[in-house]
């Protein structure tokens, strides 16, 4: 088998193992969207093992492969790499004051990751904690990190790089409390924020820039949508069934046809942000578009897709700012909500329902169960008929001054 290249494995998303090449029996080895490892087929004495190198992507095909190398070697050498794996991790048990920074790290998004809803909040850990913290502190024995290797991370990009730097001390912050809780450090959290770095480096809502994704003014929304259907594709279709759901783009593009039934779509729980399902009340042109996407792949089990696969995260984005529009996507849901507040006389509960928001802290929703399905089904009819309209004076359920 050839050698495939970075991008050729990232497109592989059937479940099961798949021979990558370059290395005699290194597998990638796919068990759910999110959960996706490495593995090294050996024989050693006549006995054929499986070692795990380690989780995909955070470690990459390049890394696996000297991985595997390096196990060959071992078995070459008439050495059983698990047994070695075995007795390294025993020993880094028995003095964890050895084990890295970098290893304890990944060792804790791997751990981690299984709570993730999407696969991109492991790869954000792993190319923040690579980009700033490994090269500082990676190689450092974990319970040797202090505030002063903290701010020496921090400090660079407090400034320019705020919201970044923000979520970076927050990962390092819980990597090292793990490390406590598994006893690998003693004493006070090097990164911890209230009442420690936060005495020397400034406020963030004082240093960052608040910004929003980039949204279509909803008075334009007319002239959009025919535009987008002139394009007459299957990312404009996808796109116009998004804004016509006010939906995030994660949920439609792994949306699947047997989540539509009776003129709603169930959004499973684990896709919604707030991890409850969520019924979205479909109207006649929604519907129609499911219709006509099902025609240019009729087999697939998704809404949108091309030879029984999901169009690509940047399918929809990539539409918009082909069309030379600085906007974003999931600005549309905030043109809907404008729309919503400026236009209509909704109660604004309906149109957070509509987004799958929450109505309140947790005291308002243990007693607010409903959904307003037949509220949001007015209230989305009226968005489809304003995004449809030519006149953005439309006139449907409009406040009066």
Not at 81 to 92: D, E, H
Not at 189 to 213: C, E, Q, Y
Request: proline share 4%; net charge positive.
């Amino acid at each position: 088998m050839k050698a495939l290249k970075h991008t050729e494995v990232k497109n592989i998303t059937e479940m099961g193992r798949h021979s990558v090449g370059g290395i005699e029996g290194l597998h990638l080895w796919i068990k759910s969207n999110t959960s996706k490892y490495w593995i090294l087929r050996y024989t050693l004495s006549g006995r054929r093992s499986d070692i795990s190198l380690g989780p995909y992507p955070e470690l990459t095909l390049k890394e696996a492969r000297e991985k595997a190398v390096d196990a060959k070697k071992l078995v070459s050498q008439g050495k059983d790499p698990i047994a070695i794996k075995k007795s390294l991790k025993t020993s880094l048990q028995l003095q964890p004051q050895k084990i890295s920074f970098k290893d304890f790290a990944l060792q804790c998004i791997d751990d981690k990751k299984s709570e993730w809803k999407n696969k991109k909040h492991a790869e954000q850990w792993v190319y923040t904690l690579k980009e700033f913290a490994f090269p500082k502190i990676g190689n450092k024995a974990i319970n040797e990190i202090t505030t002063t290797d903290i701010l020496g991370i921090l400090r660079p990009i407090w400034q320019n790089k705020t919201h970044t730097a923000m979520r970076l001390r927050g990962r390092i912050e819980w990597i090292l409390s793990s490390a406590t809780v598994h006893g690998y450090r003693e004493g006070p959290n090097p990164a911890l924020w209230r009442g420690h770095l936060i005495t020397t480096l400034p406020s963030p809502d004082k240093i960052a820039k608040t910004v929003h994704h980039a949204a279509l003014p909803y008075e334009d929304m007319g002239d959009f949508i025919k535009r987008i259907r002139h394009l007459d594709c299957l990312s404009s279709l996808a796109l116009e069934f998004t804004i016509l759901t006010a939906s995030r783009t994660e949920e439609v593009l792994a949306a699947k046809r047997d989540e539509i039934q009776a003129g709603m779509w169930i959004v499973p729980a684990e896709r919604i942000k707030t991890k409850k399902e969520h019924r979205v009340p479909l109207t006649p042109r929604a519907i129609e578009i499911l219709n006509i996407a099902k025609q240019s792949d009729p087999n697939s089990e998704y809404l949108f897709s091309r030879n029984n696969k999901r169009l690509s995260n940047m399918s929809m984005l990539s539409l918009v700012r082909g069309m030379g529009y600085k906007i974003t996507v999931h600005g549309f849901r905030a043109t809907f909500r404008t729309w919503s507040e400026e236009e209509t006389t909704y109660d604004p509960s309906i149109a957070k329902r509509a987004l799958a928001h929450t109505l309140g802290d947790k005291v308002d929703e243990a007693y607010n169960r409903g959904d307003l399905f037949k509220k949001r089904l007015m209230l989305m009819e009226d968005w489809a008929k304003f995004c449809n309209s030519e006149s953005q004076t439309n006139g449907f359920n409009i406040k009066v001054a």
